[in-house]
């Protein structure tokens, strides 16, 4: 399961930054292969039960386990099919084309790499409330999609602390593409998904990662027809506590 997406991936982040957001947001739209796709849903889809957790319209797993008071309490490694081919690749490619040595979007995080994933199924109708994601973890977000097209929203509070209900961004991610939002945008704007069927009035002039994307054409009517949209949430949590081990299967999952 390698090589025949390796030569969509850019010669660095920079490459593929989204120019409309403010520093720094990245999409690579070929970042995993169908095959590889197909291969992580499957192992999705297979998890055991008590995995998924339901909430009222979505479902969501977490690797390596749930945080209590934002800390990872047993630092289990994440299973293979997590790690590979997402991490590795994700480790792979450099911020810049002249970093000497080359750095990652990890390089400076505090266990240089992701520790830590959620994934979200959502079915047609389903969203997700625009929220920050906290100080649990160190300020960059990577999140594959596999299976559907959806936008995700950025959004501003207002002088008042309340949500300004219209998007300043919509970043439009195609299944098997990688987002990458870091910095200002993970502490400064909120993040949402509207829980509706088809995303609607896409088009250069509203989706900010419009150079980007693997296959414009498939949203010339404006609309995009949502599928079951599945997604990997890489994180590295900040705080890792060894008590996990002691405090034995109570906080664990199989
Ligand atoms: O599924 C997504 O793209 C967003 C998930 C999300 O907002 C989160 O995990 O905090």
Not at 24 to 48: C, N, R
Not at 63 to 86: C, G, H, I, R, Y
Not at 121 to 143: F, L, Q, R, W
Not at 169 to 187: A, D, F, H, K, N
């Amino acid at each position: 399961m390698d090589a025949p997406s390796l030569s969509h991936l850019p010669a660095s982040l920079d490459a593929n930054r989204i120019h409309a957001l403010p520093a720094a947001a990245y999409y690579i739209a070929d970042f995993i292969s169908e095959e590889e796709e197909k291969a992580i849903l499957q192992k999705v889809e297979t998890a055991p039960k008590a995995r998924w957790r339901q909430l009222t319209h979505r479902r969501l797993q977490t690797w390596p386990s749930d945080l209590v008071k934002d800390t990872l309490l047993d630092a289990q490694p994440l299973p293979a099919w997590l790690e590979t081919p997402v991490v590795s690749r994700l480790l792979s490619i450099p911020l810049s084309d002249g970093d000497e040595p080359k750095t990652h979007v990890f390089a400076n995080s505090p266990h240089g790499r992701p520790n830590h994933v959620l994934i979200n199924e959502y079915p047609p109708n389903t969203g997700i409330m625009p929220h920050k994601d906290g100080s649990a973890y160190y300020p960059v977000v990577c999140t594959v999609s596999l299976g559907s097209s959806l936008c995700l929203n950025l959004y501003k509070s207002k002088e008042d602390g309340a949500l300004d209900p219209a998007p300043l961004w919509r970043i439009l991610q195609e299944p098997r593409s990688l987002l990458i939002t870091t910095g200002g945008i993970y502490s400064d704007y909120l993040h949402g998904i509207e829980p509706i069927s088809t995303d609607v009035d896409i088009s250069e002039r509203t989706i900010a990662n419009w150079s980007l994307l693997r296959s414009p054409s498939d949203f010339q009517g404006g609309r995009n027809e949502r599928q079951i949209r599945t997604s990997l949430t890489y994180r590295d949590v900040l705080r890792i506590s060894k008590l996990g081990n002691k405090l034995g299967p109570l906080f664990k999952r199989t």
